[in-house]
């Protein structure tokens, strides 16, 4: 089996790096069948969890150990099975380049020389299974994700929201959708530029976020228009948070080279019934921000 280089940095840690191939004709270059087999298993799965863990799993049977961790920050992925002792092997994993993470294994005693070795042939059945459920998972956020502002979008909103309205009723709980307009936005773009509507719409969401609780959730329907869901919150709670966004927003500008420019928002309310959709639900928060826009807006009107 060919291995890939492997370039040493400061401490033990190296740098396990393989020039990218993508014909896979045949996978990560094996010709053992033994190592090919163990490549196999790893392709079967497009979750990056799932793929560790089977990969931990071949290591505890191939190799003596007392820990073993992945660890990747950008997907806030921090994988840990084992207690670390003493000695320890760390991998920065590379594909072609690309950052794939970092494995560490740790033990009593020493790693012999053939141990290394056999760590490192099997890293390379690892990295292209992990490169492409690395892949997966970009095309998966990306595709439910707002590039502008980074919050879930409207794809988003139409898979989760009819699961969120579900459970809560099953289990007869509060839910309550706020729909978010901003105020003469589109005079904004059309007097300062897009430029200046992006970095408003982005600072709107910053703002809306601090008044959030972890479980609340932000969709940006399109336009100048989100969609917060509120779990286990009833219409009066709702409103509350409603009016500490309006608030917030009414007390935030945005600083250009002549001028203040002042923001606020219109948004409507509506708490879940017992036969809602998500299309009767978002109707009539819908309508109770059409009628606060009608009222003049810069107000909440709960449905």
Do not use: W
């Amino acid at each position: 089996m060919n291995l890939p280089n492997i370039a040493a940095i400061k401490g033990n840690r190296k740098i396990f790096d393989v020039a990218s191939n993508d014909s896979q004709s045949a996978p990560l270059g094996a010709q053992d069948t033994r190592q090919y087999g163990l490549a196999i298993r790893l392709f079967r799965s497009l979750d990056v969890k799932e793929v560790m863990d089977t990969f931990f799993a071949i290591m505890q049977n191939d190799l003596p150990h007392d820990s073993i961790e992945y660890h990747n920050e950008k997907f806030g992925i921090s994988l840990t099975a084992g207690h670390a002792q003493r000695h320890r092997l760390e991998y920065s994993l590379e594909l072609a380049g690309q950052s794939l993470g970092l494995l560490v294994m740790t033990r009593g005693r020493v790693f012999s020389s053939r141990e290394v070795r056999n760590v490192e042939n099997l890293l390379c059945c690892l990295v292209f299974p992990l490169r492409n459920a690395i892949r997966y998972r970009v095309a998966l956020t990306s595709a439910c994700e707002d590039p502008l502002t980074g919050v879930p979008n409207r794809a988003a909103l139409d898979n989760n929201l009819p699961r969120e309205i579900s459970l809560a009723q099953r289990h007869g709980q509060a839910l309550t959708l706020l729909v978010v307009d901003i105020d003469h936005f589109k005079q904004v773009n059309d007097n300062y530029g897009h430029l200046v509507g992006d970095q408003a719409l982005r600072t709107v969401v910053g703002v809306i976020r601090e008044c959030l609780r972890g479980t609340d959730m932000i969709y940006r329907y399109g336009g100048d228009e989100f969609v917060i869901s509120l779990p286990s919150t009833e219409r009066e709670g709702a409103l509350d948070v409603a009016e500490r966004i309006r608030q917030r927003l009414e007390c935030t500008s945005l600083e250009l080279d002549n001028a203040s420019l002042m923001l606020s928002a219109s948004i409507g309310a509506a708490e879940i019934h017992e036969r809602d959709t998500l299309d009767s639900l978002f109707k009539r928060a819908d309508e109770a921000m059409l009628g606060s826009k009608r009222s003049g807006r810069n107000r909440v009107i709960c449905a």
